[in-house]
């Protein structure tokens, strides 16, 4: 049995890990806060440009338009995984390199976005073509470098496909690892942005409302790869949000079993000293009867 200078010991050095947690808890609540704001103002953006994008879509012939047209043979597949710098997330990254091990490790290639990420696939020998870090706060330019790398391999034919890995924020307790087709682009209505995008898919533009100048083959091959950069950064901006929830809450978890902890460690103390005080009573009292 302990000690009740171990239990003491215990006690002090969980109440101490407990208010880190707590600290940590209240700054991932925070950044989350931020960060789903960031990722939410995007969405009446994004469900213009899907609308737009349908219209125009419909009046040119997919086959012609290379990063619309589907390939009879795809041989080739980039892989974007995005994770996180930093652990204390939960099951976050583990679920998305649990994900990754599905992709043929002889026919793909990866992207990675996030030390996390990174040093998974440095460990289990996979293809890293490049890798980038992950601000707290990204912005579209750095993104762009990314989606830029990856749409230079699809056209070019170096890949043929070009799937973007991430954890798909759902809501505070939940963030799904999802792989998401970002080129070809297949159904506008599939590229992540939720309901801005099925509400995009339903309420679909006239035809006769839009004045397209000069032409629908001209504004498509401008917008499409601006789509595919700003595409990509709403799903980093979502993955930001997700690892501030998971963070959240896995700290939140933490403080919780700590101070059940500090519970339980008070009882055993208190039993402790109590067995402890009984003892001395009960050799008092037999010395006593001793002496007579």
Known sequence: MASLRD??????????????????????????????????????????????LTTLRDRVDHALHPLLAHRENESRELVILLTTDKGLCGALNTNLCREAMNFDKERTDFISIGRKGTQFLARSGRNMLAEFPLRDQPTFLESRAVSKLAMEKFLSGAVD?????????????????????????????????????DEAAAAKVDDSALLIEPDSRTVLDAILPYYVHFELYQMLLGARASEHSARMVAMKSATDNAKQLVKDLTLEYNKARQASITNEILEIATAQLALG
């Open 161 to 197: 496909r070009v799937t973007v890995l991430f954890p798909l924020f759902v809501n505070t307790l939940s963030q799904v690892p999802t792989a998401m087709t970002l080129l070809p682009i297949t159904s506008l209505a599939e590229m992540g942005f939720g309901e801005a995008a």
């Open 7 to 52: 239990i003491r010991r215990r006690i002090k050095s969980v109440k101490n890990t407990s208010q880190i947690t707590k600290a940590m808890q209240m700054v991932a609540a925070s950044k989350m806060r931020k960060a789903q704001q960031a990722a939410l103002a995007g969405r009446p953006y994004a469900q213009i440009l899907n609308r737009v």
